[in-house]
């Protein structure tokens, strides 16, 4: 009999997993195989440097709703999930030991603590096999080795459409899981589990209805999990909502004004792949226009952000990122009125009050609200990265991370930052003041 642990991590969905199917694969030994299923909660207590959790009460809500999700999900395949307290280097070693487990199965993430973790499951004696899994493209099908990716996004992409890469196509889900061993109530005792139990979804049931919201995650069209997220994507492509996304995506307030993938991205509740193979499917009906196409861009935009942590890991992490200059001294005191939306520049308060009020803020005022405490109030980037990690429902470390230096301008991209006038902004995009209106700055 063969046991194998399959630890989910930012890959909460059952369609799509080349890692489950890795761990199936491994299952599939002498006599019965056995999978156990196993999430390990984050710390809800966990602060970041900067004296804030870790994780808001936005975000906490929308994972939670995704992993009741995939628990039903599991549950109705007859392997339930089991939800560890314990950090996965004290859960999982004391789940392998307990079950006799050969090996444990993840996905494989090219970030500092999601390498550290893996790092130290390996150090007590785990074998652990990890599935790269969270791009559009396979990093191996590209024309460069990592080592050799542009530093600049539009040299990638446009290498990448004269080759014709494309990826592969998305696994369906499987119909059936092998039953799970038996836990002895200690060991599930020891690590704060309960097998099949049901999840604290507190969370999920309080926040995400502000009717100002641009993705009001508590009502059930925008709630977390692989159910929704497909739903919505199918819902968003019935209405040709493709065809005018590049018109609309600058938008700064609405649900439709664009796609609104990223939380269920985020979370992997939605695989890229997928994502990508229907968009390909509505363009052979519904042709195809630069709407449909400034999506597929967009995707390659979050494999850029995974592509680079897999070339320079680490480095992007650390202050001066891949930038030799100095990091300017942090205004802590300007870093709390920008983060509390009382800057006085009306159209950031605006957005980061936003941001507080309901976890979500468009692409367009991320940028303009980020320039603003870099480069009007001189504060640290990280400080910021650590404010959208808490607070955003649709937190992605690649996506953050590099976004954030490419404001700051201690990435790749040789221009230098971005500085966005937020006056100039405001005229743009909110040229009536209603945004600025409906957040109480104008």
């Known amino acids: 009999m063969s046991t194998i ?42 602060v970041s440097p900067w004296g804030f959790a870790r994780a808001g009460r936005h975000r906490q ?32 070693p004391a789940l392998a030991r307990a079950v006799g487990a050969e090996a444990v199965v993840c996905e494989e993430i090219a970030a500092p603590e999601e390498e550290a973790q893996v790092a130290a499951l390996q150090a007590a004696g785990l074998r652990v096999q990890t599935v790269w899994q969270s791009s559009l493209l396979d990093p191996a099908a590209l024309p460069w080795p990592t080592a050799g990716l542009p530093g600049v996004f539009t040299t990638f992409r446009q290498a990448l459409e004269r080759a014709g890469i494309a990826p592969a196509a998305p696994l369906p889900a499987p119909t059936q899981l092998p039953a799970p061993p038996e836990v002895p109530a200690e060991v599930l005792q020891a690590v704060g589990a309960g097998q ?14 502000d009717p100002r919201s641009s993705f009001p995650y508590g009502m059930p069209a925008s709630q977390g999990g692989e159910g929704a997220g497909l739903a919505h994507w199918a819902q968003y492509l019935a209405r040709k909502l493709p065809h005018s ?19 269920w991205l985020a979370t992997g509740a939605l695989s890229p792949r997928r994502v990508l193979a229907d968009l390909k499917a509505f ?7 630069e709407g449909s196409y400034w999506l597929w861009f967009e995707l390659l935009w979050r494999d850029y952000f995974r592509l680079l942590h897999l070339q320079h ?32 520049e009306p159209l950031v308060d605006a957005a980061m009050r936003e ?39 649709d937190y992605d470390v690649y996506s953050n991370q590099g976004n954030w230096l490419y404001i ?33 700055t104008a």
Request: hydrophobic share 35%; net charge neutral; proline share 6%.
């Open 5 to 46: 642990l399959f630890w989910f991590r930012n890959d909460l969905r059952l369609h799509d997993q080349p890692a489950l199917q890795a761990a199936l694969q491994r299952a599939q030994g002498d006599g019965t195989p056995r999978l156990l299923p196993v999430f390990c909660l984050p710390a809800e207590d966990e």
């Open 408 to 440: 700051a301008g201690r990435g790749t991209d040789p221009r230098g930052g971005r500085r966005f006038d937020p006056a100039k902004q405001a005229r743009e995009h909110d040229p009536d003041g209603r945004y600025r209106r409906l957040w109480g």
């Open 355 to 393: 941001l507080a009020a309901t976890g979500y803020l468009s692409n367009r005022l991320r940028q303009v609200a980020a320039s603003y405490l870099i480069h009007d109030l001189q504060g640290d980037w990280r400080a910021g990265a650590a404010w959208f990690e808490s607070q955003l429902v």
């Open 313 to 344: 890991g680490a480095q992007l992490h650390r202050g001066r990122g891949l930038s030799k200059a100095p990091l300017a001294p942090h205004d802590a005191q300007g870093f709390e009125l920008w983060r509390h939306g009382c800057t006085g």
């Open 61 to 92: 809500a929308f994972h939670s709703a995704t992993l009741q999700d995939l628990g039903d999900r599991l549950a109705a395949l007859g392997s339930p999930l089991l939800v560890c307290r314990a950090a996965p280097g004290q859960a999982l």
């Open 196 to 209: 099949g139990g049901a999840l604290d979804a507190d969370a999920a049931s309080a926040g995400g209805q």
């Open 283 to 289: 363009e052979g009906e519904h042709g195809a226009n």
């Open 245 to 263: 996304y590049k018109a609309t995506r600058n938008g700064l307030s609405g649900v439709d004004f664009s796609s609104k993938l990223s939380p």
